[in-house]
T-cell receptor, first 112, second 115 residues
Framework: GENVEQHPSTLSVQEGDSAVIKCTYS??????FPWYKQELGKRPQLIIDIRSNVGEKKDQRIAVTLNKTAKHFSLHITETQPEDSAVYFCAASKNYGQNFVFGPGTRLSVLP | DTAVSQTPKYLVTQMGNDKSIKCEQN?????MYWYKQDSKKFLKIMFSYNNKELIINETVPNRFSPKSPDKAHLNLHINSLELGDSAVYFC??????????????FGEGSWLTVV
């Protein structure tokens, strides 16, 4: 089955700096890669996603890049703000149900 | 107007008890899920269910059973609770709009503590 790894597990950056979180996946048939943000005590919420036929997608300060050949994808957050502090999860999927696999999460701390 | 709602939000119970967590989605989605998030924040799928099939993660003990009275509801019943069952349980739902496009929307979570 699919296996998703995520690095780093924790990341601290100064406010205004950029943050990058990387994920790798094992199943070459996976073709959908969402990112979720989970603030303390709250539910994971979708922040951006990318399909396998696209190499990069951007939404204001966040962007995701995908390298299908290498089977890795990354989340980029620019001009970080304290409210970006949260746990971020990547996921990979090729179908619903058991094939939707989350990475172990990255705890991002943005220091003022 | 919550899209995926689950109750209770907090539950403290003794070992050996049986408990249920209810989930309802008003998004008209076809598929619903239960995820378990442990103290290390790992999100592990337990079940996925639509009107066609129930898929069970093989690592889930059979003390856990999903029950779906209709498409909009997927309840989680847990028998003989153990200390290790303490976690946050998230209900979620998704709609397969096209192949592989089925973003998952989570409920607010149910914090289960077994003492």
């Amino acid at each position: 089955g699919e296996n998703v790894e995520q690095h780093p597990s924790t990341l601290s950056v100064q406010e205004g700096d950029s943050a990058v979180i990387k994920c790798t996946y094992s199943d070459s048939a996976s073709n959908y890669f969402p990112w979720y943000k989970q603030e303390l005590g709250k539910r994971p919420q979708l922040i951006i996603d990318i399909r396998s036929n696209v190499g990069e997608k951007k939404d204001q300060r966040i962007a995701v890049t995908l390298n299908k050949t290498a089977k890795h994808f990354s989340l980029h957050i620019t001009e970080t703000q304290p409210e970006d502090s949260a746990v971020y999860f990547c996921a990979a999927s090729k179908n619903y149900g058991q094939n939707f696999v989350f990475g172990p999460g990255t705890r991002l701390s943005v220091l003022p | 107007d919550t899209a995926v709602s689950q109750t209770p939000k907090y539950l403290v119970t003794q070992m050996g008890n049986d408990k249920s967590i209810k989930c309802e989605q008003n998004l008209g989605h076809d598929t619903m899920y239960w995820y378990k998030q442990d103290s290390k924040k790992f999100l592990k799928i337990m079940f996925s269910y639509n009107n066609k099939e129930l898929i069970i993660n093989e690592t889930v003990p059979n003390r856990f059973s999903p029950k779906s009275p209709d498409k909009a509801h997927l309840n989680l019943h847990i028998n003989s609770l153990e200390l290790g069952d303490s976690a946050v349980y998230f209900c979620a739902s998704s709609q397969e709009l096209s192949r592989a496009l089925h973003t998952i929307y989570f409920g607010e979570g149910s914090w289960l503590t077994v003492v």
